[in-house]
């Protein structure tokens, strides 16, 4: 059975300093991966999605990720964190066929300090 | 844009009332899905639709039912609330490859 793991369960970074969000996944097969951010109660937002070629990708509001396949795992950055960046960030796979069965990670809380 | 639009922002029930929750989307899509979210488990899904009348259980079903009449609709049905269905509740709807999610609808069961 697939399974998104998150292993921070809350981070805190300085304003202006680099984050490094971690995702690893288990899959039969290279599956679509997604990060996905919820600002305090809101919904969830796509941040951005990986299906195939480049292994980095871009999303919106400065983030990105890199797939890695020996490593089963797609880790978010950003290189300069907001203060509006604080919300909680989670990681999802789903199947390449591109079908509906969406399996989230259980989600990293980031705090930024001012 | 795509909307997602939950009925309710907040709800409170007491155990043993019949809840619904609302959900709609305007976007045409075919497939639309209920989570529940909880803290330290991430989304789960509850239910999902794949067309009008259509019906797939997804991973913690048990006490839940759906309904979709129309395209744009998607109810999430507590028969019974029970205290351990306290929860955040969370709709999408897909295109392709992407999910468009609610504001959500916390409930509370008393």
């Known amino acids: 059975a697939q399974s998104v793991t998150q292993p921070d369960i809350h981070i805190t970074v300085s304003e202006g300093a680099s984050l490094e969000l971690r995702c690893n996944y288990s899959?039969?097969?290279?599956?679509?991966l997604f990060w996905y951010v919820q600002s305090p109660g809101q919904g969830l937002q796509l941040l951005l999605k990986?299906?195939?070629?480049?292994?980095l990708v871009q999303g919106i509001k400065g983030f990105e990720a890199e797939f890695k396949r020996s490593q089963s795992s797609f880790n978010l950055r950003k290189p300069s964190v907001h203060w509006s960046d604080a919300a909680e960030y989670f990681c999802?796979?789903?199947?390449?066929?591109?079908?509906?069965?969406?399996?989230f990670g259980t989600g990293t809380q980031l705090k930024v300090e001012l | 844009d795509v909307k997602v639009t939950q009925s309710s922002r907040y709800l409170v029930k007491r155990t043993g009332e019949k809840v619904f929750l609302e959900c709609v989307q305007d976007?045409?899509?075919?497939?639309m899905f209920w989570y529940r979210q909880d803290p330290g488990l991430g989304l789960r899904l509850i239910y999902f639709?794949?067309?009008?009348?259509?019906?797939e259980k997804g991973d913690i079903p048990e006490g839940y039912s759906v309904s979709r009449e129309k395209k744009e609709r998607f109810s999430l049905i507590l028969e019974s609330a029970s205290t351990n269905q306290t929860s955040m509740y969370l709709c999408?709807?897909?295109?392709?490859?992407?999910?468009?999610f609610g504001p959500g609808t916390r409930l509370t069961v008393l």
């Open positions: 976007m045409d899509h075919e497939n």
């Open positions: 999802a796979v789903g199947p390449p066929s591109g079908g509906n069965k969406l399996t």
């Open positions: 990986y299906f195939s070629g480049d292994t």
């Open positions: 999408a709807s897909r295109t392709y490859n992407e999910q468009f």
């Open positions: 639709s794949y067309d009008v009348k259509m019906k």
């Open positions: 899959y039969g097969a290279t599956p679509y």
